[in-house]
C-alpha cells in the first residue's frame, strides 16, 4: 500500500471517496503550494486567523481545513502534521471533535445560522485552537455575511476561520480582505491515474486501466468525482460516459459544413439529450476553447480533453468562437419560451455554419477576419493563367491609361455636370482616387482595394474589378464607406460597381511607400480636413461604418 494512502475506517459508508479521503499534509496530492503554505504556518507558529480556500469542487478544500485543524490540535505533531493517531486527531477524523466546528453555507445562510456558531467562538474548548470551517461561503447572505465579518475583525486569539467557495468573486471584499488566499487547481490526469491506481492496490479492487482512464475522463480534474465514477463501475460494471457530440459539431463549424453539423445535431437528440442541455454542453466546451485560445491559465479542461479543445479552439479562430458562444447563448435564452427548443437549436447552428445567413455584426467580422486571412496568404490561391488586362491596378497610378469607352444610360439622379467632365481627365482621377479617396477608407476597405482593379472612372461612375466571387460578396460591408469617401472626394455622388475577373491576382500584405500627395485643386475641401482615415480593427471599422461619427466613450 503506498505510504501517503491510509483508508479511513467509516463505519456503514464503503464510498471511495469516503474511504481513502486525506488524512495529513502528507497524504494531499495536487496542491503542494497548499501543502508548503499550511505545513510551514502550523511548524513556525505563523497561522492566521481566518483562510479563504478557493477553487473548483473536488480539489480538496473541505479536506485541507480538516487536516489543519488536526495539525492545529495534534498531540504529537511532526514538521507541522498531525500523527493521525492521538485522541484529538481520531476525534475530528470521526466528526466528533468540540474543536471544529463546521457550518454548509449552502443550505444554513441565515444570519441567525451564523450568529449560533460565532456566539460559541469567545468559549475554550479542550484542544489548543478551535477551528470554524465554513463551505460555500459566497452563499451566505448579506445580513449573515455582515455578522461573519464582525467576528473577523475582532476574532478571540484561539479561533481559526476556514472559509471555503467555488466562486471567491462573490465574496465581500470586506471578508476578503480579511483573511489568507489560498487556491486550489484541478488535479492533472496523470496525478488522477495515479490516485485511482494506489486505491485499486489498497483496496484490492478488480479493475483494469480502461476503466481508470474512462474515470478519470468523467472527472475533469475533480479528485472525488474520479472516485465516484470508480464507485460507479464497480457497481454496475459500465460508467456513464455519454457526452455530448462537441468534437463533431465543430469540426462541421469548421468546415461551414451545414449539413454535417444538423447531423450530428439530430443524431445527439436521438440519443435522448435534452436541446437545452446539448446547447448547454457544446457552450461550455465552447468557453473551454476560447479560454485556451486567450487566457490557458483560466481554462478548467485538463489533459486529453485540454488537448482536444485547444486544437478545435485553434482551428476554429477567436471570431467564430466568440460568435458561437453569443448564438448559443441567444438560442438558450429563447429556447425558455420556444414552443419547439429543437428548432431553436437548429436555426442557431445553422447560422453558425453558414456565416452568409446571418445578417448579424458579428457575422459580417467574421467574414472580414476570413477576408483579412485571405488576402495576407495571397489571396484565393489560384494561380493566374495570363497577365491582367490593360488596366492600371491600384497600386500602379501614373502608368498610361487607355481611356474606356464611355459607359451609356448613367443612372438617373447620379450624374452631374461635373461627373460628365471627368472623361477629360482619367489619369488624373485615378490618381485622385488612390492617394485621396482609398487612404480615406476603413482598413478593411483598403485591404479589398488594394486587390481591385479600376476597369473605369467615367461619368460619375466607377467601375472595380476583384479577383474573386467571395471578395465581391464582401464589399457589401466597405461599400458605404467607399461611396462616402468619393464623394468628400469629388464634392458629389459617385456610383460604385462591382466585377469579378477571376485572372486578377491579391495583392501582397505589404503595399509599397506611398508617394507625396499633390496639391488639392482648388476648390477642394480644406487642407486640414485631407488627412488619413484608419481604423485599428475589424470591429472599429464596423462601429464607424454603420455610426459615422460616434465616439467611443468609457
Known amino acids: 500500500m503506498p505510504a501517503d494512502l491510509t483508508p479511513i475506517p467509516v463505519e456503514g459508508v464503503t464510498a ?15 496542491q503542494d503550494h497548499i501543502v508548503r503554505a499550511l505545513r510551514g504556518a502550523t511548524r513556525d507558529g505563523r497561522v492566521v486567523h481566518a483562510y479563504l480556500f478557493s477553487g473548483p469542487r473536488g480539489t480538496g478544500k473541505t479536506t485541507t481545513a480538516r487536516i489543519l485543524a488536526k495539525a492545529l490540535n495534534c498531540e504529537r505533531p511532526h514538521e507541522g502534521d498531525a500523527c493521525g493517531e492521538c485522541p484529538s486527531c481520531v476525534a475530528i477524523a470521526r466528526g466528533a471533535s468540540l474543536d471544529v466546528i463546521e457550518l454548509d453555507a449552502a443550505s444554513n445562510n441565515g444570519v441567525d445560522d451564523v450568529r449560533e456558531i460565532t456566539a460559541g467562538a469567545w468559549h475554550q474548548t479542550p484542544g489548543r485552537w478551535k477551528v470554524y ?6 452563499q451566505l447572505s448579506k445580513a449573515a455575511a455582515a455578522a461573519l465579518l464582525k467576528t473577523l475583525e475582532e476574532p478571540p486569539s484561539h479561533v481559526v476561520f476556514v472559509l471555503a467557495t467555488t466562486d471567491p468573486h462573490k465574496v465581500l471584499p470586506t471578508i476578503r480582505s480579511r483573511t489568507q488566499h489560498l487556491e486550489f487547481h484541478l488535479f492533472s490526469g496523470e496525478t488522477l491515474a495515479k490516485l485511482l491506481q494506489d486505491v485499486r492496490q489498497a483496496a484490492g479492487l478488480t479493475v483494469d486501466d480502461d476503466a481508470i482512464e474512462a474515470a478519470v475522463r468523467l472527472a475533469h480534474g475533480s479528485a472525488r468525482d474520479a472516485l465516484s465514477a470508480l464507485d460507479q463501475l464497480l457497481a454496475t460494471g459500465v460508467v456513464d460516459e455519454d457526452r455530448a457530440p462537441s468534437t463533431e459539431l465543430v469540426e462541421g463549424l469548421i468546415a461551414e459544413d451545414a449539413a454535417a453539423v444538423l447531423a450530428a445535431l439530430a443524431g445527439a437528440l436521438r440519443q435522448g439529450w435534452d436541446p437545452e442541455q446539448l446547447a448547454e454542453a457544446l457552450a461550455a466546451d465552447v468557453r473551454q476553447m476560447f479560454l485556451l485560445e486567450v487566457a490557458p491559465d483560466v481554462a478548467d479542461a485538463v489533459d486529453a480533453d485540454r488537448a482536444r479543445l485547444a486544437s478545435l479552439g485553434e482551428r476554429l479562430g477567436p471570431a467564430r468562437t466568440v ?10 435564452r429563447d429556447m425558455k419560451s420556444a414552443p419547439d427548443k429543437v428548432i431553436s437549436l437548429e436555426v442557431a447552428v445553422a447560422r453558425l455554419a453558414r456565416p452568409d445567413l446571418d445578417t448579424t455584426t458579428a457575422a459580417l467580422a467574421e467574414r472580414l477576419e476570413r477576408l483579412e486571412r485571405q488576402l495576407a496568404l495571397g489571396g484565393p490561391g489560384a494561380p493566374s493563367p495570363a497577365p491582367p488586362p490593360p488596366v492600371a491596378p491600384l497600386s500602379a497610378v501614373g502608368a498610361p491609361l487607355e481611356t474606356p469607352a464611355p459607359v451609356a444610360g448613367p443612372a438617373a439622379g447620379v450624374a452631374s455636370p461635373e461627373a460628365r467632365a471627368e472623361a477629360s481627365d482619367d489619369a488624373s482621377m485615378r490618381e485622385r482616387f488612390e492617394h485621396r479617396v482609398v487612404p480615406r ?20 461612375r466607377l467601375t472595380l474589378a476583384v479577383p474573386s466571387e467571395e471578395m465581391r460578396a464582401n464589399t457589401e460591408v466597405i461599400h458605404h464607406g467607399l461611396v462616402r469617401a468619393l464623394e468628400h472626394e469629388f464634392g458629389h455622388l459617385i456610383e460604385v460597381r462591382w466585377e469579378v475577373d477571376p485572372t486578377l491576382r491579391a495583392a501582397p500584405p505589404a503595399r509599397p511607400p506611398r508617394p507625396p500627395q499633390p496639391a488639392p485643386p482648388s476648390g477642394d475641401a480644406p487642407a486640414d480636413d485631407d488627412v488619413t482615415v484608419e481604423v485599428e480593427s475589424v470591429g472599429e471599422h464596423l462601429i464607424t461604418e454603420m455610426f459615422p461619427g460616434a465616439e467611443e466613450i468609457g
Open 441 to 460: 477608407t476603413s482598413r478593411a476597405a483598403q485591404l479589398v482595394l488594394r486587390s481591385a482593379q479600376v476597369r473605369s472612372f467615367v461619368e460619375g
Open 133 to 138: 470551517i465554513v463551505d460555500e461561503v459566497h
Open 323 to 332: 460568435r458561437t458562444l453569443e448564438t448559443l447563448g441567444r438560442a438558450l
Open 16 to 30: 471511495l471517496y469516503r474511504r481513502f479521503r486525506p488524512g495529513r499534509f502528507a497524504e494531499l496530492r495536487g
